[in-house]
């Protein structure tokens, strides 16, 4: 596969890639893929560790493809994961203060942005998933809204709206 350029241009994407890049686990998994095709399984001896939440993140990081692996005659056909890109180009402009919450929300343990992230997840619940909407009622900009979102597990950003990500979409 030839060399692909991820281009950001929202800050709030910043979000999972330093997740993904600050955590061993999740980097080794990136390394691997970025020249080789696996499972979860392969990946999982590979790192001698559970891979899923690091395909999970680099799925939100918009870094994961997939396809399914051509079985053995008998056997059923399995997943295979690759990096999308190996290059990155960030565009965008943003002020001091919304860059420096996004990269807080970053690196923040879960347990202090919690009650945040399940707020915004029981609001998208409930059928509130307009980007306007949600940026009237909880006062904030669309950046850290979407930053938010991309560190939620369950929630996807699509364009103007967000959504509760399936269990089977995961991955």
Same mark, same amino acid.
Not at 54 to 81: D, H, Q, T
């Given at each position: ?43 999982? !001896?590979?790192?001698?560790? !559970? ?114 990500? !399936? ?5």
């Amino acid at each position: 596969m030839g060399e692909r350029t991820r281009i950001i241009n929202d800050p709030s994407y910043l979000v999972p890639l330093l997740r993904t890049f600050s955590s061993r686990t999740h980097k080794k998994v990136f390394d691997l893929l970025l020249s080789n095709w696996m499972t979860q399984e392969e990946l999982d !001896e590979a790192i001698e560790a !559970e891979s899923l939440s690091s395909l999970i993140n680099l799925k939100k990081a918009g870094l994961l493809e997939s396809k399914w692996r051509v079985p053995e005659p008998g056997k059923s056909p399995v997943k295979e994961y690759h990096t999308s890109y190996s290059n990155v180009q960030v565009n965008f402009q943003s002020s001091f203060e919304d860059l420096s919450d996004i990269i807080m929300l970053a690196f923040k343990p879960y347990e202090e942005v919690k009650d945040t992230i399940e707020s915004l997840e029981r609001m998208v619940a409930e059928g509130n998933n307009s980007m306007s909407k949600l940026t009237r009622e909880l006062n904030m900009n669309t950046s850290h809204i979407c930053a938010i979102a991309r560190r939620s597990d369950r929630l996807s950003v699509m364009g103007q709206r967000l959504k509760l990500v !399936e269990k089977d979409e995961e991955i």
